[in-house]
């Protein structure tokens, strides 16, 4: 009896041990992550309306924030297409709108709870269909187009050693191999992030940008528009230590390079290379950063019904 009470005080403490381990690694997650950033829907839309302009009806679009960036409200439209403006009622000026208050980031507490972002409304006032159609109904598609400015951040690790070309064995970390890359809640991620040894003072580190939404990418402030603005974004590393080169970043500012890069096939890959003048046994955080415009629509529908008279 008493060795079976031994081992269960043994295993208690054993619980009790493995608990804040867990519990911290929680806490320090930087970001809650995934693949969206702004959505919309349309909010109860009226798919019948009649002929004739005296059935005048909203269109109401909701905006919902499931990524990590805050946007203000000037850097979101939402245009409505699919449909003649003059044929409703409206000029063209007066179906692309700016909501009325920016939207809220997705974020997460210190004790690993989420805060989920609330939704916000554009909405399109008294659509009027003003001619008479010819027979009885007519069909006609409604898109909501939404094209608003975003940001990815991700966090990876740099491993330094006293002596970059024969390391001492079971070191603090590992010179040549995949590191782990963590991204905030984005269309456009950093993955593979890789590092090896170029010399006795310099390094080498390599990742992909990959768009990983499911809507349309475009150059930063370029308001979705443009086909050479297509499959863009502004990409800024920082390692925090002097002496980084990245290929085709040649925005250089201290510790880090930036630039804009074009993704062919939803894929761009970077090279960096960090020289050192601090040679020592301590890994470092390399912060990135992707900034871009994005756009998503959502399709509806809506049937013109004639009325006699």
Do not use: W
């Not at 245009?79 to 700016?98: A, I, N, T």
């Amino acid at each position: 009896m008493k060795k079976i009470g031994i081992l269960l005080i043994i295993g208690l403490l054993l619980i009790v041990a493995c608990t804040p381990s867990e519990n911290t690694e929680l806490k320090i997650k930087p970001f809650i992550g995934g693949t969206q950033g702004i959505v919309p829907t349309f909010d109860q839309l009226r798919t019948e309306v009649n002929d004739g302009g005296n059935d005048p009806f909203d269109v109401v679009v909701k905006l919902k924030n499931n990524g990590e960036t805050k946007v203000e409200r000037e850097k979101v439209t939402v245009k409505l297409k699919g449909v003649q403006p003059q044929q409703f009622g409206k000029s063209e000026d007066q179906l692309s709108l700016h909501p009325e208050e920016g939207l809220e980031a997705m974020r997460t507490l210190e004790s690993g709870d989420i805060i989920d972002s609330q939704p916000v409304f554009v909405e399109f006032k008294e659509l009027n269909h003003i001619t008479q159609i010819q027979g009885n109904v007519v069909s006609l598609p409604l898109v909501a187009e939404v094209c608003y400015l975003y940001e990815t951040k991700a966090v990876t690790k740099m491993c330094v050693r006293e002596n970059l070309l024969t390391p001492a064995e079971n070191g603090i970390c590992a010179l040549e191999e995949v590191k782990p890359v963590q991204n905030s809640g984005g269309t456009v991620h950093v993955q593979n992030v890789k590092q090896s040894v170029q010399g006795k003072d310099k390094l080498r580190i390599y990742f992909d940008l990959v768009h990983v939404g499911d809507g349309s990418l475009y150059e930063k402030n370029s308001d979705c528009e443009g086909d050479r603005k297509q499959n863009k974004v502004y990409v800024k590393v920082d390692s925090g230590v002097p002496g980084l080169r990245c290929t085709g970043l040649n925005d250089l500012s201290g510790t880090s390079a930036g630039g804009t890069v074009t993704l062919y096939e939803n894929k761009k890959a970077i090279s960096c290379t960090q020289t050192l003048e601090d040679l020592g046994d301590y890994e470092k955080p390399i912060d990135i950063t992707i900034d871009y415009d994005y756009s998503n629509t959502v399709k509806g529908e809506i049937k013109v019904k004639h009325v006699e008279g």
